[in-house]
């Protein structure tokens, strides 16, 4: 999979509107942790800053987390030729990792698997412990992702920029221009 999807393949930091341009580029030594509804952009800004960071040399990797715990679930069939360490190990040792759509396979309310949880953990800890930055993307909030996993998780992503794009889909929006 490429770190920068081929939809926005063209996206820049110079494109961002003024006041997320700002957030996205001053200081996130844990990363970032970008929530949203569907269509507010969160895609994009992860595909500009890694676009960015690719440009500067460094390693970025990318991933949607659900594809992440389906390819680690695979490992458990007999015939698995990776073990999920091998998976796993790109993601824990790149520059910056990208994480996509945190959180999402579950509706409001309802608690992530205790194999999501420890993927998830392994990810944040290991990243943080390591002083290598971790971007995130999920439709749910702070407050609802630490409901869906575990107060760890909420207070690691607590030290990360939070960033809110809101509830109106730019999709929308420019579909009807």
Request: charged share 25%; aromatic share 10%; hydrophobic share 40%.
């Amino acid at each position: 999979m490429s770190v920068v999807p081929e939809r926005y393949i063209d996206a820049t930091i110079n494109q961002l509107p003024v006041k997320l341009r700002s957030k996205v580029s001053g200081e996130a030594t844990e990363g970032i942790f970008m929530w949203g509804a569907t269509g507010t952009g969160k895609t994009y800004t992860m595909a500009a800053l890694a676009s960015k960071f690719i440009t500067a040399g460094f390693i970025c990797q990318r991933l949607h987390y659900e594809m992440l715990c389906l390819k680690l679930r695979d490992t458990f069939n007999p015939k698995a030729v990776q073990t999920e360490l091998q998976i796993i190990e790109p993601f824990l040792e790149c520059d910056m990792l990208f994480i996509e759509d945190v959180g999402t396979t579950k509706s409001m309310g309802h608690l992530e698997s205790d194999f999501s949880l420890r993927v998830f953990y392994i990810l944040l800890d290991i990243r943080l412990e390591h002083m290598r930055p971790t971007y995130i993307t999920s439709n749910k909030s702070l407050e609802n992702l630490t409901k869906s996993f575990d107060e760890r998780i909420g207070d690691r992503l607590k030290t990360f920029v939070i960033i809110n794009l809101g509830t109106k889909s730019r999709r929308e929006v420019s579909r009807l221009k």
